[in-house]
């Protein structure tokens, strides 16, 4: 039996969480893995307490631990011992903070691609190490969960699966039936659906098809 793959996330949230996991699941198939969750912090950000670490939470989390590694391994991001310890690191942020009154002035371009460069800025890299990840979904995480689960709505179509600026409101607007919230209860119980669908959803958009294949370039499956 060989080794689990040793994957580390950094993500906004605990619910991205599910989706990523979901997705590396799909990706991985049968072979074993072990997730560790780096930010928000794992020992806290399953209690229900709504705590996340040291940190904090969402982007502004995300950037507050890229600038402390970075710190940690003297400016050199790939000099992490994280490095030792993970055979691949993901890193995830959103591509609607781009909306961010607070935030915006920092990005060279408001798109993915500016997520993206400002992610590796953090690390202090200029290129992405070969063992880190970059997950960036446009416009959120929920835009794939849409997908998922709703990939007939007539808004997201209409607006474009990656342009929509609050998928997650769309999720709430959904028949009573079939509606769920972007709660942890929520998305862990349909963790394995959300696995099934996964190749779907990182065929018809552009970021979860290059979060599938960095991820592949990363661990080589």
């Not at 490095?83 to 798109?111: C, K, P, R, S």
Request: aromatic share 10%; proline share 6%.
């Amino acid at each position: 039996m060989s080794d689990p793959l040793r994957i580390g996330l950094v993500s906004e949230g605990i619910t991205d969480r599910v989706v990523i996991e979901a997705a590396v699941r799909s990706m991985i198939g049968a072979e074993p893995y072990i997730m560790s969750q780096l930010q928000p912090e794992e020992s806290v950000a399953f209690t229900g307490g709504g705590e996340a670490g040291p940190f904090g939470g969402g982007w502004k989390g995300v950037r507050k631990w890229c600038l402390s590694s970075a710190e940690r391994s003297g400016g050199e991001f790939s000099e992490d011992p994280l490095f030792l310890t993970f055979d691949a690191l993901i890193l995830h942020l959103d591509v609607d903070v781009t909306g961010e009154n607070d935030f915006a002035a920092e990005f060279v371009t408001q798109d993915a691609a500016g997520v993206r460069s400002m992610l590796l800025a953090w690390t202090g890299s200029h290129q992405c190490p070969p063992r880190v990840v970059l997950c960036t979904p446009s416009m959120s995480t929920e835009a794939w969960v849409m997908k998922m689960f709703f990939p007939s709505d007539g808004e997201m179509k209409r607006i474009g699966w990656e342009a929509h600026p609050n998928p997650e409101a769309r999720l709430a607007q959904q028949p009573k039936k079939s509606r769920f919230g972007k709660h942890f209860k929520d998305y862990a119980s349909r963790a394995e659906v959300m696995k099934n669908e996964w190749p779907r959803v990182a065929e018809a958009l552009s970021m979860a098809k290059l979060f599938r294949d960095d991820f592949a370039r990363a661990v080589a499956i």
